[in-house]
């Protein structure tokens, strides 16, 4: 006890898992001085369980863990003075009388007032109380004191996450561990996560989750789930986060204890009771469901389509079931055919959703929101804002975003994401001539929609970062904040976030601000540049490059990349016409070359690698440019980082530095593949030479091997010279070594090496016999860094690791000895002799 004390007083970082995200109400530095604080708290709860109770037992744990001053808690009291009170506004008014200014607040709003004697805290509902107690705590806990009295109400009524868990525990596209919510089939016993996930969501204001996959399994409407769900509601109620599910369309012929039919017709009228029946049967489990998410006739999914059904009837067949529960349908625009053929010059997959739901607009029931992901085709590093949203007026919309960096990064790379988000949200389509910006029609506000709002795929697992990364964080924390209010800033998010994670420490503000802030365009120098696309692998794991992937498949991610051109020629006079599907004002601009901007001209426009952008660069230059800046910018990311030791906590600190870490190494993996690919296909030569060239490297496969023999790499931008080298048995060690021919002096000795799944290879590093030090390819099959792996030498397996300031003489004498294991035969690709400040 003694010795914590002594830490916290001296300010000494004590480590932290990352399981309080923002919400660790960590102590306020002792320098910091505030004003008196009330001395108690007054809950208008009406019962226990409930976001009042809740919102009371937070402000008292809050004020404990920031101020060290124990508060009681009361659910009545004749004092109102020198307390802080929360509750609904009508419980206000019984208790106390009507507030002397009355807010003016919608559902979930809240009114903050801390310029009286007592601080008042009232909810439009007790949903609304909860958010405004949260908003309190993070003022205080960021060293906010400063006197307020605000209303503040959500831009819409649907703040939700999508999980994308599966009921086996896995989940699609996660990368923090498994399921929070499920294993074995079975919604999972202990449900503390859920709880703690919840009061996490309501911090954010987000009120409802979507807690199984798209690719839904029927058996989630098994007896024994229905009652798991009901569970999953039940520790999430308290928090005011609503449970929603995920549906399978063909659900009626899965065989399940309701009854097996031969149809899933939606207007076969044996198809409209099953669903009716299914939907009283959970809504008796769990009154308060949010809805359900549907995705049909996308990606392999059974829909309506099957039975030439529209979409409408089958989205309504849902709300019609849902509708005397309360209850919403949101329906995914994601539909599209994945079998299209390149060889047609104007099939586009961009096209699809605006094609699908040609027609429909007005025809969904009014508890249908159309949820549509922000872009045309999926989550890509930049894509235009999807037509989408221009043409439903007459239908609810919600934005569908990604948390999960399933083509960013995959959490192994930091990527800030609401900058992106916001080239969406803020987007003008002109509808009409008139100002139509789409966070203004997914509010309901632009159209006059009663319902809309946001959607955020998140897939947080059991890992006690969440996400499996401590700076992933700031996107959820962000994504709440947004899906409140998608006016707010991103640097101003992510400086609340950055306070409430790791504290005021004006070092650790400067340093993730500014790497957080060079993120998303970095990444996206580094992967796919000018509307390309990300330009991961979208056949396998997507999560390193592999650019011929987009091309040649009926998925139609397509780069039309050949020898001389590349891009996809959306307009309407020689191409797709996708252009057109955007309002007149929008479509002039794509439509024409010399008015669509540089960051999108590869979506809209085929041209020459030699075509000039507005910025005076061809295009190839610019690829090679940005790969390259992109790739010095992750550089900086982990000498940025070191500055923080000390700084912050050594758990957060080294599982941040390995990350940045591996994210540095694996840039210059992209940025060697993309460069160099391009570079092979359109012949045309780096202006500044770089390509190709690298006078600090020495091939793996140019060494004296023993036991190692060279292995050509596919594809072949995957590796240095194309080439690798493999031990040449599964169980016996090889030996690469090589004479270093550099000036004496201090140089980084990185090692590129694959780490693949299915094995753990040792490797060890020497000069001279002096040992620099040994590493194991552990960080896919221990899950250390989460991402999709892969059982090849590839880009995504491909992996740099770094001895800094190692002494170089001319003349020493470099071996690797690399033992297999499993299917992974020690492979490595090259090592590069880095003097100080060269990234090769
Ligand atoms: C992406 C993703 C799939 C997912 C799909 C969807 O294509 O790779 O895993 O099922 O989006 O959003 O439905």
């Known amino acids: ?19 309080d995200a923002w919400l660790r109400y960590a102590p306020l530095p002792s320098s910091s001085s505030h004003p008196a604080l009330p001395s108690h708290i007054v809950a208008l709860n009406t019962s226990m369980n409930n976001p009042v109770h809740i919102a009371g037992v937070e402000i008292q744990k809050g004020i404990a863990s920031i101020f060290g001053k124990n508060l009681s808690v009361a659910s009545q009291s004749q004092q109102a003075a020198s307390s802080i009170i929360v509750g609904t506004v009508s419980d206000y008014a019984v208790a106390f009388g009507h507030p002397a200014k009355t807010p003016s607040l919608e559902p979930d709003g809240f009114w903050l007032n801390t310029t009286g ?3 008042q805290i009232l909810g439009q509902n007790e949903r609304g109380a909860l958010y405004g107690a949260f908003e309190y705590l993070s003022m205080l806990a960021q060293g906010n004191f400063s006197k307020v009295a605000y209303a503040s109400n959500p831009s819409a009524p649907v703040r939700w996450v999508n999980q994308w868990d599966n009921l086996d525990g896995s989940i699609e596209r996660g990368y923090g561990g498994p399921s929070i919510f499920f294993e074995n089939g079975l919604v999972v016993d202990n449900l503390d996560r859920v709880s703690e996930y919840a009061r996490l969501l309501a911090s954010i204001r987000i009120n409802a989750v979507v807690v199984n996959n798209v690719n839904a399994n029927a058996s989630l409407l098994s007896p024994a789930n229905v009652e798991g769900l009901g569970r999953l509601a039940d520790a999430m109620r308290p928090y005011g986060v609503q449970v929603g599910i995920s549906l399978n369309f063909a659900s009626p012929t899965a065989n399940l204890t309701y009854g097996n039919l031969s149809t899933f017709d939606p207007l076969d009228k044996g198809v409209i009771s099953w669903w009716t029946n299914v939907t009283d049967t959970i809504y008796r489990r769990v009154p308060d469901m949010a809805g359900y998410l549907v995705k049909a006739n996308s990606e392999g999914q059974p829909g309506p389509l099957t039975y030439n059904r529209t979409l409408a009837q089958g989205a309504n067949l849902f709300a ?28 586009d997959r961009a ?43 007459n239908t609810s919309t919600a934005i569908e975003l990604e948390v999960t ?50 959607a955020a795929v998140v897939n947080v697992g059991t890992n006690n970062t969440w996400l499996g990364s401590h700076l992933s964080m700031s996107n959820l924390y962000a994504y709440g904040r947004l899906a409140w209010n998608p006016a707010d800033d991103p640097q101003i998010m992510l400086q609340d976030w950055i306070r409430l994670t790791f504290g005021p420490d004006p070092a650790v503000m400067k340093t993730i601000t500014s790497l957080s802030m060079a993120s998303w365009p970095a990444y996206e120098n580094y992967s796919g540049n000018l509307g390309i696309q990300t330009l991961t692998d979208i056949l396998y794991t997507h999560f390193g490059p592999n650019p011929q992937t987009e091309d040649g498949n009926g998925w139609g991610q397509w780069t039309r990349a050949d020898h001389t051109t590349i891009g996809m020629d959306r307009t309407v006079s020689n191409g797709t016409g996708f252009s057109g599907q955007y309002p007149a004002e929008v479509a002039t601009v794509y439509e024409n070359i010399s008015t669509t901007p540089d960051n999108l001209v590869l979506w809209f426009h085929h041209v020459n690698y030699t075509h000039k952008l507005h910025s005076g660069k061809t295009v190839i230059q610019h690829f090679y440019d940005a790969h390259y800046d992109g790739a010095d910018t992750a550089q900086t990311f982990v000498t940025q980082w070191e500055e923080l030791k000390g700084k912050v906590d050594e758990e957060r600190y080294n599982e941040t530095l390995f990350r940045l870490t591996f994210q540095a190494g694996h840039s210059i993996v992209w940025r060697d593949a993309i460069a160099n690919y391009y570079h092979n296909l359109s012949g045309i030569a780096d202006s500044a030479g770089r390509v190709g060239k690298h006078p600090w ?6 060494m004296t091997l023993d036991g190692y023999v060279p292995y050509t790499v596919s594809p072949f931008e995957a590796a240095s010279n194309a080439t690798g080298i493999v031990t ?32 753990t290879s040792r490797w060890q590093v020497s000069i001279n016999n002096r040992t620099i030090g040994s590493w194991i390819g552990d960080n896919v099959d221990t899950g250390r860094l989460g991402h999709a792996p892969s059982a090849y030498l590839d880009a995504h397996s491909a992996t740099r690791i770094t001895f800094r300031n190692v002494t170089i003489a001319k003349g020493d004498v470099l071996k690797i000895v690399g033992t297999p294991d499993g299917i992974e035969p020690a492979p490595l690709d090259y090592i590069a002799v880095l003097p100080k400040g060269v990234v090769d």
Not at 364 to 374: E, P, R, S, W
Request: net charge negative; charged share 15%; aromatic share 10%.
């Open 728 to 759: 040449s048995s599964n169980s016996t060690t090889g030996t690469a070594s090589t004479m270093l021919n550099f000036p004496n002096g201090t140089y980084d000795l990185a090692v590129n090496y694959f780490d693949m799944i299915g094995g």
């Open 697 to 702: 490297r020495i091939q793996a496969e140019s």
């Open 117 to 119: 004697e007592a601080v």
């Open 405 to 454: 960096q399933e083509y960013l990064g995959q959490q192994c790379h930091l990527v800030y994401l609401p900058p992106l988000w916001k080239t969406v949200l803020d987007f003008d389509m002109r509808v009409n001539h008139k100002p139509s910006l789409v966070r203004d029609i997914i509010s309901g506000k632009r159209f006059g929609r009663p319902l809309g709002g946001s």
């Open 320 to 347: 019609n079931t849902l509708k005397p529960h309360g209850g919403i349908l949101m329906f995914r625009a994601f539909v599209y055919d994945n079998h299209i053929n390149e060889s047609d010059w104007k099939a």
């Open 351 to 393: 096209n699809a959703a605006v094609d699908f739901f040609q027609g429909l607009d007005g025809k969904f029931a009014d508890n249908v929101i159309v949820q549509i992901k922000y872009g045309p085709i999926d989550f890509q590093v930049r894509e235009p804002a999807s037509p989408l949203f221009a043409h439903l007026q």
């Open 1 to 19: 006890m003694l010795c914590l004390q002594l830490l916290l007083t001296v300010g000494v970082a004590v480590a932290e898992s990352g399981i």
